[in-house]
RNA sequence: GGACUCUUAGCUCAGUUGGUUUAGAGCGCUACCUUGACACGGUAGAGGUCACAAGUUCGAAUCUUGUAGAGUCCACCA
């Protein structure tokens, strides 16, 4: 048996446990007929990114679920993996690129994509690692990248049959483009910053006319170089009369229409707008409904094209704006500029504003797609946690827009479409089935005449697919058939449209079946200050620091008591002292314990007798034997129900109060007293067998949450196999026959009094060096058993020289007393006694016991009350009466005599 | 503009369907205690009219509405 050490070092033992975990290889999960598979799969993480506070909670409690379940006899899967990040990665790599003075473009795509590929071997899937610092028990034989050969087969397979069902089409729409990525992001991945613009007003002359002008608001002037009309409300009076005449776009000098449309709001601005079809979105909507010309002004980068006035073609879209804007106001026509708060749209990824762009790009239909994943989620096949959620969800599918699933960039699935000479497309796996394919439409049409579409894929087009692709989807095998669906996903709310809710459109399109049973949203985590972590406020801790500070252990149960379903969660490290505290205390209680089954083992060698077999007698099952079982029971029926409702923070709380306060500071206490007090070494080995069988059920209960402590210190419990391990003991079960809320009423009234005493004791200021007495004064037999027969722990816990409990005892003389459940406690004091004190000490008491009794009576008072309360109620406030009216009499009594 | 969340002890938060809650925990605070598991500890204690207002109810921290403050998401923004 293993001694523990003195202080825990989780330092010495997290990394060696895990060890002992992958070498035994406990994490992999196999087909197994005989057991129900549970799956989940890691959200996957960025292959760029690092381990943040985020990932810890999401980990932490998928962790948690998937040991929980593979304790219950599940075949717990945990497919884990990362992310291509198309545009993340591609970022990072240029970046590096460029450190060594080379630009992407120079290098050619599949150079670069070399480079991509050597770069995510070198660097990429830094958090893979890292997680296993945190001990989650992901199958790692089974870890996948989205662009992996099978997920990019799963990919392109999608992509065919979606383009063959016309869901995916090529078309010319206004795309949220980043000119400096040079790639279009869907909707999704704009964020919307409120700033403080402008609004400039220009004059548009009327053509032929000298003095007549239609004044528009712009917050972008530089898009009026692409206007190709002026539009006013139908409605609007002011304008009617130049509706269908033509007026000149200043600089550019082209005239244009004025068209009237039912868009324009009459009474914002000034009531008329210029229409720029090629880059807005409204504008474009527009255009399409009265046949405007789409006029590109820009290039991709931001840059003023050819089709502007010579003056500013080259020029960079601000540069543009600032020169046009002087231009304007030399002429006149800039009527003026107001201050204009207005929300403009940035890339995710790297924060520039984006630009409304004319372009072509591919698009999934999103609206059939839509309605069965809306169903399953209103029908509860799939839940949400928490609940509300599915509000969210909702609106979202019912007001869904098409996916723009195109990206510029070379990092990503290539988009598996050839186009034509002739323009036609053909969408194929390779490029020789794509030949196939052209040869029908045209015959003679060789190799070098098909072209391959540039672009990539949306990364999201590859996540979607997650939780079959890593199962080798479309390939059907025993594995996909086994571990398909998921049960739960656990990720953030901010992902449920790009991810979620795509998910499980995917799950039931390709695979006819929901992809995950149940969501567990997780909490955002703040720092101190209740900002959200980032790493340009540098708030966010390392959680590498951390561990190494506190164990890994600390972190989690930490993170996983501070989390409740569905909040956030302001986290500092100092918070992590609780998970480190509650570590050392269990630590402590299992080293306590083995040092005393070590000693009492001595005893049996110096006496020269053998150890007791498993068949020996057992010790006498006291009062606090039958307490622990009651409460442990009942402590593991209530985890149960916690962890089935996703209430981790409970789950976690009723395992830390039933450790900490039931067994450690009441049952260990017991224990510890019994054995001191005893001389047979039998009963003494029996007593430490029993809290050691407790304490070792208790690991296994807190091991989801508390992996490396509970295993190191379950190995030190007795002799284990080299393959045995805690993370594959089975659970405990609540046997609810041993749950005896009676015999705890019992206990809890034996341990008021010790309170009682000790309470005295602390008020009067007796020092434990001062011997006290007590007298227990019972309104009945069985309250006086309770606590003659634990006389000696009432000894021990309240340092007093005797104890007497018994019906009808005389109140001795100037003493201390309490009243526990209606019986009388009394510390006789001989002379220590400060009246003074004691006195005010029960008058403060009956004031408090009177002002409950007043409320209790008003309550009983109350007709309508009486009337209408159910009767267990009002039995419990008549129970409430009595006792509170018999308490105030006997500490009244006791104030009298005190005084008299 | 639409939706959602939060406001409970000095701080950070629990409190599941209204009545076994006389509103709890951790940290912090006060007093006492190094008693052979643990000072990352033990014992005892102080500290809250549950944001505010109205309502429903015999009964509200809990349900409804409104007000104030904090935050999130969606849509729009010429």
């Avoid at 070498?23 to 197994?32: E, I, M, Q």
């Avoid at 543009?320 to 002087?326: F, I, P, S, T, V």
């Avoid at 295993?711 to 393959?723: A, F, H, V, Y």
């Amino acid at each position: 048996m293993a001694e523990l050490s003195k202080t825990y070092s989780p330092q010495e033992v997290e990394d060696k446990i895990y060890h002992f975990w992958e070498s035994h290889n406990l994490f992999h999960a196999r087909v197994n007929p005989e057991k129900q598979p549970y799956t989940i799969a890691i959200p996957p993480p960025n292959i760029t990114g690092i381990l943040t506070m985020g990932h810890v909670l999401n980990n932490s409690l998928q962790d948690a679920f998937v040991r929980w379940k593979r304790m219950q006899g599940f075949e717990a899967c945990w497919i884990p993996g990362t992310d291509h990040a198309g545009i993340a990665t591609q970022h990072v790599v240029e970046k590096s690129l460029r450190k060594d003075g080379i630009e992407r473009r120079e290098i050619g795509r599949e150079e670069f994509l070399k480079r991509v590929w050597s770069w995510k071997e070198q660097y990429g899937g830094t958090i893979i690692k890292q997680l296993r610092k945190l001990g989650t028990s992901c199958d790692w034989e089974r870890e996948r990248f989205t662009m992996d050969e099978g997920l990019s087969k799963a990919v392109q397979e999608v992509f065919i049959r979606l383009f063959e069902k016309g869901l995916v089409y090529r078309g010319k729409y206004i795309v949220n483009w980043c000119p400096k990525d040079h790639t279009a992001l869907s909707d999704d991945e704009v964020n919307y910053v409120d700033s403080n613009g402008h609004l400039w007003y220009i004059n548009y002359p009327v053509e032929g006319s000298a003095s007549e002008f239609i004044t528009v608001a712009t917050t972008r002037p530089e898009t009026m170089l692409g206007d190709t009309a002026i539009a006013v409300n139908p409605k609007d009076e002011r304008y009617a009369h130049l509706v269908g005449k033509r007026v000149v776009v200043p600089l550019a000098e082209r005239a244009i229409a004025v068209i009237a449309d039912d868009y324009v709001d009459a009474a914002f601005g000034t009531g008329a707008v210029k229409v720029t079809p090629a880059h807005d979105p409204n504008d474009y909507q527009m255009g399409i409904r009265h046949n405007l010309e789409q006029m590109i002004v820009m290039d991709t980068s931001g840059k003023m094209n050819l089709n502007v006035p010579r003056k500013y073609q080259g020029m960079d879209r601000y540069e543009c704006r600032r020169e046009l804007l002087r231009d304007l106001d030399q002429t006149g026509l800039l009527l003026k500029t107001e201050d204009h708060a207005n929300s403009v749209g940035h890339c995710y990824r790297c924060d520039t504003v984006i630009e409304p762009y004319l372009s072509d790009q591919w698009f999934v239909k999103m609206q059939p797609l839509a309605e069965p994943a809306l169903k399953v989620v209103q029908d509860g096949a799939i839940k949400f946690y928490p609940e509300r959620w599915t509000k969210v969800y909702e609106h979202w599918m019912t007001n869904i827009r098409d996916w723009c699933i195109s990206r510029q960039l070379w990092w990503g699935h290539r988009i598996p479409a050839y186009y034509l000479p002739s323009g036609a497309i053909v969408v194929a796996l390779t490029k020789e089935e794509a030949l196939e394919k052209a040869r029908v439409l045209d015959s003679s049409i060789g190799p070098n005449d098909l072209r391959q579409d540039e672009d990539v894929l949306d990364t999201w087009f590859s996540s979607w697919l997650w939780p079959f692709s890593i199962l080798n989807w479309p390939e059907e095998n025993e594995d996909l058939k086994y571990f398909y669906p998921t049960d739960t996903l656990v990720t953030g709310p901010d992902i449920i449209f790009f991810w979620v809710a795509r998910m499980i459109m995917a799950g039931l399109e390709f695979r006819g079946e929901i992809p995950f049973r149940h969501v567990y949203f997780t909490s955002i985590i703040r720092d101190a200050q209740g900002r959200k972590m980032s790493k340009s406020l540098g708030n966010s801790p390392d959680p590498l620091d951390v561990i190494a500070t506190y164990g890994a252990d600390a972190l989690r149960f930490t993170v996983l008591y501070l989390a409740p379903l569905g909040q956030d969660v302001m986290y500092s490290n100092e918070k992590c002292e609780m998970g480190r505290n509650f570590a050392n205390k269990i630590w402590n209680a299992g080293r306590f314990l083995l040092m005393n089954k070590d000693s009492i083992l001595g005893e049996f060698t110096t006496a020269g007798l053998s150890v007791p077999g498993a068949s020996a007698p057992e010790a006498a099952v006291e009062l606090s034997d039958r307490w622990i079982v009651s409460r442990f029971n009942a402590t593991v029926k209530e985890l149960s129900l916690s962890m089935d409702a996703f209430r981790i923070n409970d789950a976690v709380k009723t395992i830390y109060d039933f450790l900490w306060h039931d067994f450690c500071d009441w049952y260990v206490e017991f224990a510890k007293n019994r054995i001191a007090a005893s001389s047979d070494v039998n009963e003494k080995y029996a007593i430490i067998t029993r809290a050691l069988s407790i304490y070792e059920e208790t690991l296994k209960l807190l091991h989801p949450f508390m992996p490396f402590i509970t295993e190191e210190i379950w190995q030190g419990l007795s002799e284990r196999g080299t393959d045995e391990s805690i993370m594959v003991a089975s659970l405990p079960q609540a046997d609810e026959t041993l749950i005896d809320t009676e015999m705890e009423r019992s206990m809890e009234f034996l341990q008021n009094v010790i309170s009682a005493v000790r309470t005295i004791r602390n008020e009067m200021n007796l020092p434990p060096s001062k011997s006290i007495d007590v007298v227990v004064n019972c309104t009945d037999d069985t309250r006086a058993l309770v606590l003659t027969s634990n006389v000696t722990a009432i000894q021990k816990m309240t340092r007093a020289a005797t104890v007497e409990a018994g019906v009808n005892l005389a109140k001795p003389g100037y003493s201390a007393s309490s009243v526990v459940s209606g019986q009388e406690v009394f510390v006789p004091l001989k002379g220590l006694i400060d009246v003074d004190v004691e006195r005010s000490r029960l008058e403060k008491e009956i004031a408090r016991l009177q002002g409950q009794l007043r409320g209790v009576q008003a309550k009983l008072s109350n007709e309508t009350f009486v009337a209408k309360a159910p009767a267990d109620v009002l039995q419990k406030e008549n129970d409430k009466l009595n006792n509170f009216s018999q308490t105030i009499a006997k500490l009244t009594a006791s104030l009298e005599q005190l005084q008299g």
